[in-house]
T-cell receptor
């Protein structure tokens, strides 16, 4: 399974944009890039995913490098509720494409200061 | 929310005893997963299922077994619990990619302490 590399921690101020980087230099052509986040004492929750093009949804934006070896999760205006661990994950298809599983790294702990 | 219920939510057990964690989902999702989460390791996949009675191993499957006799339930069993299995266990589910996209939904976790 291809691996991802993220900074261990980042800090942001409330209502400012946050750019969370992720490197995935061994990504394969069929791997989707997923972002999940985990708030304290909760299970992870889906944030966004993409393949090649940049993606936007109500939670965040995902910017994918042209060579797909890196991506950036963008929170446009951080709030205190965005303080969480953010995971960048490559979706690994099993042989035969029967299912998909998510292999997590250690993620980035985002602290948001008021 | 994908209607995922984990039970028990908290359990303390003694070394050497068997333990079963249950994951119940109401979304008719085909895929189900068990992860464990420990400080410094993030989330690690234990076992997963891609259909009734179809299961396979993940990254850290030693000491664990699973069963899925019906779509809605995925059981994780520790045959003989050890202190190294003290962890938070998360169940997750996901539907067929074409219908549900690529999103996987997680339960709220089961805190297991082996003393």
């Amino acid at each position: 399974d291809a691996k991802t590399t993220q900074p261990n921690s980042m800090e942001s101020n409330e209502e400012e944009p946050v750019h969370l980087p992720c490197n995935h230099s061994t990504i394969s052509g069929t791997d989707y890039i997923h972002w999940y986040r985990q708030l304290p004492s909760q299970g992870p929750e889906y944030v966004i995913h993409g393949l090649t093009s940049n993606v936007n949804n109500r939670m965040a934006s995902l910017a994918i490098a042209e060579d797909r070896k890196s991506s950036t999760l963008i929170l446009h205006r951080a709030t205190l509720r965005d303080a969480a661990v953010y995971y960048c994950i490559l979706r690994a298809l099993l042989p035969g494409g029967a299912t998909n599983k998510l292999i997590f790294g250690t993620g980035t702990l985002l602290a948001v200061q008021p | 929310d994908a209607g995922i219920t984990q039970s028990p939510r908290h359990k303390v057990t003694e070394t050497g005893t068997p333990v079963t964690l249950r994951c119940h989902q109401t979304e008719n999702h085909r895929y189900m997963y068990w992860y464990r989460q420990d400080p410094g390791h993030g989330l690690r996949l234990i076992h997963y299922s891609y259909g009734v009675k179809d299961t396979d191993k993940g990254e850290v499957s030693d000491g664990y077994s699973v069963s899925r006799s019906k779509t809605e339930d995925f059981l994780l069993t520790l045959e003989s619990a050890t202190s190294s299995q003290t962890s938070v266990y998360f169940c997750a589910t996901g539907g067929a990619q074409r219908v549900y996209g690529n999103t996987i939904y997680f339960g709220e976790g089961s805190w297991l302490t082996v003393v």
